[in-house]
């Protein structure tokens, strides 16, 4: 059996060449194998959660962990082996931003420590307080967007931007002095134990989790605007599969970022690499914006993001919620169905998303309200279970339990067979068809072997 190695610039090559039609089908596979995970019997499926070995970590020097992933397949066994920097537990200047409330609904500064969700505070919405260590003026440009005029700072469809003139302000506070990027590989092998293929995983970590995350976004009625948190690697494959996937049907990109420096070399990348060409043209409304934490009409400008946006990914290893829950909590922010895919937090003291977003999500609802809001179904979408009600920050604050949780490979196949069954004529399960296509809908994910091990064999079928 021939023996596949690819490094982490030969895998990214490969994934930047795939066809919609090769990242339709790669999606598919994934589909299949977390349907089978979710589903499958334990003495039947090699897929099935039951017989998967579970994960483990150890130390390692300057403040990083090294995780070891082994999983199985029907076909396949693999080991996935990374290391990445971990956020302490407790960090002062992990943000350039604090979410803090009080009882009368003031904004106060507040340490991390008592910023974690408790019964005593969770009737109030968070406010945005601007760091203290942040400049007092509007730094020159830390916004940028995409359009057809002709604006000395706004490029157009013809040209690439010139953001190598742009000044920007960014406080050390915000600056983020080492890489949560996973380094590592993956090696797979048959289910005889002879290895076939040795692949470098950073790329294909931040491929696969897209990959899964653009599961149900692929399926959502509207895509119109899009925000997406974070400006590294994930933040980059959400975008690029996203547009890839959805792209005639996209208007708006809104990117934020805590570092504007840092936002803009994602923007920079999409602007000019050829490999971006066909996807950042990929209809005349197509348009692109940044926003930055330094950014002087932040607080406005991130509120207008999210409750515009028709889906969020949030991509970034944040310890605090990256936006105020009101804003999705509130009648307003409720009268709009969106989907929201959380995969950058994956420890119990990280979190991106409010607890009181997912409690709404999954409370009652009550016949007797008087707002319009869109759709819910009482449930929050997992990769996993058993590992997001051990490991996911949001879920353990928020206190949900196993009841409150459905994992996406039982989802998305329960979807598939209530779609063709109204095609033939039948009921189906049409509450959940307008529920995953137009109802609020949150994702969360913390990281599954067989997502690895499912996109490396469709990768080394391609390579």
Known sequence: MTLTVMNDSEVRSLLLALSREEVVR??????????????????????????????????????????????????????????????????????????????????????????????????????????????????????????????????????????????????????????????????????????????????????RTALASTLIFNRRQHVHRITVFGAGKQAAWHIRLALLLRGSEIHHVDIVNRSSTRALQLLREIYTAPEWADLR???????????SANHGEFDRMLKEHVRGSDAIFLCTPSLTPLFPAEFLTSPEGRRKGRYISAIGSYRPHMVEMHPDILRQAVAPEHKNHHHKH????????VDSLEACLKESGEIRQAGLGAEQLVEVGELIMVKKAALKEIENGGEGEKGLKKWLEAGNVIYKSVGLGVMDISVGEGLVALA
């Open 374 to 381: 869109a759709s819910k179904s009482g449930v929050i979408v």
């Open 26 to 207: 790669l999606q598919e596979e994934l589909a299949e194998s977390l349907h089978e995970y979710s589903t499958g019997a334990q003495a039947t499926s090699a897929c099935a959660s039951k017989n998967q070995p579970k994960r483990s970590s150890i130390p390692a020097p300057d403040h990083q962990t090294t995780l070891f992933m082994p999983a199985s397949t029907t076909t396949s066994r693999g080991m996935k082996i990374i290391t990445l920097a971990t956020p302490p537990a407790h960090s002062p200047s992990a943000s350039a931003t604090t979410l803090s409330s009080t009882s009368s609904g003031s904004p106060h500064p507040s340490s991390h420590r008592s910023q974690t969700p408790s019964s005593s505070h969770r009737s109030s919405s968070p406010s945005l307080q601007h760091s203290s260590a942040q400049s007092s003026s509007t730094p020159s440009v830390s916004s940028l967007k995409h359009s057809n005029s002709n604006s000395s700072q706004t490029p157009t469809r013809s040209q690439s931007p010139s953001l190598s003139s742009l000044k920007l302000n960014e406080s050390s506070s915000i600056a983020s002095s080492q890489s949560t990027t996973p380094r590592g590989s993956l090696t797979l092998f048959t289910p005889c134990g002879t290895p076939y293929a040795f692949l470098a995983a950073e790329e294909l970590t931040a491929f």
């Open 281 to 291: 043209t990929a209809n005349e409304k197509l348009r692109f914006s940044v926003v």
